[in-house]
Structure formats: structure tokens, C-alpha cells
């Protein structure tokens, strides 16, 4: 209580004189007195300060931070992975070569036995009529006079083949791949097998397969953190679409499909392109940037060939980085099969092996990584993700991880850094993108990426959007 002495002097100091009732209501009411004091009056009675506002007390701000409600939280991930890639294996022989090649051989050769009814190569008669094999491309060339000769082997021999460059199916020979396998249908003369037909193993349409809950997922690949053309301000754009948007609000799984950091040694000078010199701080770096993505979005991370597993496929799943630290990334391997709620199969495969696959066949030479799907509808119906030996240097196992042997409903990739969607027999075929700019290489050589866009997929309905967060 401040005495009342004191307020009659302060009053008096001003010039201005206070009733006595006045006074004793500021007694109790000091914080009222400067305001009282401000009243331009001489006298100052009792019912003048009641006028008065009283200041409101400052009461604590108490904030409670709410957690967002969203539909993908509604419904418990159900997610089952098949790594496919043998990790028990630590030391390799040439005896592996032969039966991971026995292996394609066979996996492939039953596929393509729904489709012809072959006989042994050694079985090949020279009686007129037309006669149906299976094989391993061995070689192909073309011959001084413009045709297409190929070797054929299977497990009993050999056989060179011939298309003539006059035949129908000529343009069909030039997209043969050396050790691919395939199906041929010809007359055998003189040691000679003339073609008239090529088959490759492809598959019947699929049922179409839906989720019978509301929910979402995307498909982004190629993020290169650590690059000097990492675009950072676009992937924060994304990762903050994914917190705060209505859009974003049924997103329950996100599939990343390898090159997640730059990397380092990947190419001849590539230090001069590095914004982070350190894998494991582009890791790192990674790591504090996908933790943001709430926990309710469970991320299935797979790696790519900037990755720090090494080139050679099929590549482990990137467990001896800071990625493993996140509570809901699935770390898984490079190719993999992922089954959503026991019903909804997706492959992932980075696509090194593309790149090979453009170089040879000549339809996609000019067309390949503006449409990125183009070169996966090609190993799709040659249900083999690296027809060719060369293309990614595949490590031998006991047996071929890469060969296509369950259709999925969803086949995902990256690695050109173009965007696409295609439909096939029911299949959706998903390349993704970057978050990564042109390249000074990619300048060079012609190819103009598509980055910061998402695939966003309902998988209740199959239908799909692409997102451009350059655009937004
Ligand atoms: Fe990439
Ligand atoms: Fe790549």
C-alpha cells in the first residue's frame, strides 16, 4: 500500500488537490495513481479514478503446441521389404559368373517358355520348317552386307542367327542387347539360323491393384545433397509443403530412389562441384534435412550409384550412414521389391543401368532422357534391369537379383534426372527427377534434367500428380 502522505504530495506537486475518498481508493489502487495523476482536472474526486481503465495485468502466454492432425496418421504403415541382394557373400569366383549366368538363363527362359515352345539349340534340324529357341545373346555385329548376325547360346550350345537388313523385323533386330535373353523363332540352314520373329519374355496385363485406404505417397529420387547445384532453397519449399499443406495432409509414404548425396570420387574432378567435401557430412547433412519430414511419413531410402556403397550392382541398403539415425526412414537395398498393406508391389531400381540402354538401342537414342520411361519399358519387357553386362557392372551372386522376376504395380526409378509417367498393362512406371540443377557435365553433353518435381500418387486410386516446387 503505498502511504497516503505520499499521494497527497504527489497530487500537491502538480498543482492539483484529491478528495479523501479518492485518496484512500489509491491506496488500495496504486497502479492507478499516474494515470490520476494525468487527469487534467484541478480537483480529483473518487468517481474520476473509477473511471479510470485499470491496466491489465500481464498473464502468462501459455503455449500449446498442437500436433497437426492429418488423415495418413490414421492408418498404421504396413510395409514389407525384399532386399534383393546376398549379403552373405564376401568373396567372389569365376564359378559365380557361371551360375549367375545359369541363373538368368533359366529364370528368363521359363518366363519366355508361356510364350514358344522351344527346342535345345543342339536340336536344331536343317528340315525347312520353322523352329523356336531360347538364349543368351552372345554377340552381335552386322555383317559387311548390312545384316544383323547374333550368337545365341543355351545350355546345350550355340547358334549364329541372321536378319536380313530387307526383313520386317529388322528394325526389332537393331534393338537386340548382347546378354539379353530372348526368344527366336527362324529356319536353320546351312549352320545359319534365318530369324523371322524375336521374342522377348515380357508379361501379360496385369490386374490393376488399389489401396482400400485413403492414402498417399511420392516418389522423388537424385537429391545430390552436398553438390554444389543441390538446390536446397526448392527441397525446403518441398519439406515445407509436406508439414503444412492440405495436399500433403494423406502422404504416408515417401520412396527415395538413390544419388541421395553427391557423393565424392564419383568422376574425375567432382571435388570442384562439392559444396560438402565429406560423405559423411553430406550424410549429415541428409540426414538433419529429411528429419524434418514428420515421423508418421515413413521414408524408404534406397541408394544410387553417387551413393556410398560403391557402382556395381546390386547395391546393400545404406545402413553405415547418419540415414539410419532417422526413427522413419527403411533403409532398403538397390534393386528392391517393397509390398504395401500385402497387396501393392513396388520396385525400386535406381536406373544406372539406363544410360547403357540409350547408347544401345538406337529408337532411344535421341528420345531416352527426355522421356526417362522409354528405357524403363525396355528392361520391363526384357524383365531384366541390366540386360547388359557392361552397363553397371554387376557384381555375380548366386543368383540375378536384376532379373524382373515378380511384375510390380509400381516400378520407380531415377538416375537420368527427367521426369515421366507411363502406364503399361497396369503397371506405372515412375523416374523421378532431381533436386540437383544442371550440371556443368549434364551442359555438355545436351541433357536438360527436371528438377524440384514430385510424383504424388493416390494409391486408393492410382491416380497421379507431379508437383513443381520451382514453379510454386
Ligand atoms: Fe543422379
Ligand atoms: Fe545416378
Redesign the pocket.
Given at each position: 500500500m503505498v502511504p497516503r502522505k505520499e499521494i497527497v504530495s504527489k497530487f500537491f506537486s502538480k498543482g492539483k488537490f484529491i478528495t479523501p475518498d479518492a485518496i484512500e481508493y489509491l491506496e488500495k489502487e496504486p497502479s492507478l495513481i499516474e494515470l490520476a495523476l494525468s487527469l487534467e482536472k484541478t480537483v480529483i474526486k473518487v468517481e474520476d479514478i473509477k473511471k479510470l481503465k485499470k491496466p491489465e495485468e500481464e498473464k502468462p502466454i501459455l503455449i500449446i503446441k498442437k500436433e497437426r492432425e492429418v488423415p495418413a496418421k490414421e492408418y498404421e504403415e504396413e510395409i514389407e521389404v525384399e532386399n534383393l541382394c546376398d549379403f552373405s557373400m564376401k568373396e567372389r569366383k569365376a564359378k559365380d559368373f557361371n551360375s549367375y549366368f545359369i541363373s538368368r538363363l533359366q529364370n528368363i527362359q521359363e518366363m519366355l517358355m508361356k510364350r514358344i515352345n522351344p527346342i535345345s539349340i543342339s536340336n536344331l534340324r536343317e528340315n525347312g520348317e520353322i523352329q523356336s529357341i531360347i538364349g543368351i545373346v552372345y554377340e552381335k555385329r552386322i555383317s559387311p552386307a548390312g545384316n544383323i548376325i547374333f550368337t545365341l547360346e543355351d545350355f546345350s550350345g550355340f547358334v549364329k542367327c541372321i536378319v536380313n537388313k530387307e526383313s520386317e523385323i529388322f528394325k526389332h533386330a537393331q534393338d537386340i542387347l548382347e546378354d539379353e535373353v530372348i526368344g527366336v523363332k527362324g529356319i536353320y540352314k546351312n549352320n545359319f539360323l534365318f530369324v523371322n520373329e524375336i521374342i522377348h519374355p515380357d508379361f501379360p496385363a496385369k490386374e490393376k491393384v488399389y489401396l482400400d485406404i485413403p492414402i498417399d505417397a511420392i516418389f522423388i529420387s537424385?537429391l545430390h545433397i552436398g553438390s554444389i547445384d543441390f538446390l536446397d532453397d526448392i527441397f525446403l519449399k518441398f519439406l515445407d509443403w509436406l508439414k503444412t499443406s492440405k495436399e500433403a495432409e494423406k502422404v504416408k509414404f515417401i520412396f527415395i530412389c538413390?544419388?541421395i548425396v553427391d557423393g565424392v570420387g564419383i568422376y574425375p574432378g567432382q571435388e570442384k562441384d562439392l559444396r560438402i567435401k565429406d560423405i559423411y557430412k553430406q550424410y549429415d547433412k541428409a540426414r538433419d534435412l529429411l528429419a524434418e519430414i514428420p515421423d508418421y511419413i515413413k521414408l524408404v531410402i534406397a541408394p544410387?550409384?553417387?551413393d556410398i556403397v560403391g557402382i556395381p550392382e546390386p547395391q546393400p541398403p545404406l545402413k553405415d550412414t547418419s540415414l539410419s539415425e532417422l526413427p522413419n526412414a527403411i533403409l532398403v537395398s538397390n534393386p528392391c521389391y517393397v509390398k504395401l498393406y500385402n497387396k501393392l508391389k513396388i520396385l525400386m531400381y535406381?536406373g544406372?543401368s539406363y544410360d547403357g540402354i540409350i547408347q544401345s538401342i538406337p529408337s532411344l537414342r535421341k528420345v531416352g532422357y527426355q522421356n526417362p520411361s522409354l528405357p524403363m519399358l525396355e528392361v520391363l519387357k526384357r524383365r531384366h534391369l541390366s540386360p547388359r553386362m557392361d552397363d553397371t557392372m554387376i557384381i555375380p551372386h548366386t543368383q540375378d537379383y536384376l532379373v524382373i522376376k515378380e511384375v510390380p504395380d509400381i516400378f520407380h526409378s531415377?538416375?537420368l534426372h527427367t521426369t515421366s509417367v507411363m502406364n503399361y498393362k497396369h503397371v506405372t512406371l515412375i523416374n523421378s527427377g532431381t533436386f540437383q540443377a544442371q550440371t556443368e557435365y549434364q551442359k555438355m553433353l545436351g541433357h536438360i534434367p527436371h528438377p524440384g518435381i514430385i510424383t504424388l500418387m493416390n494409391l486408393q486410386t492410382r491416380k497421379v500428380k507431379l508437383i513443381n516446387f520451382c514453379k510454386i
Open positions: 537424385d538413390g544419388d544410387g550409384n553417387h535406381h544406372y531415377g538416375h
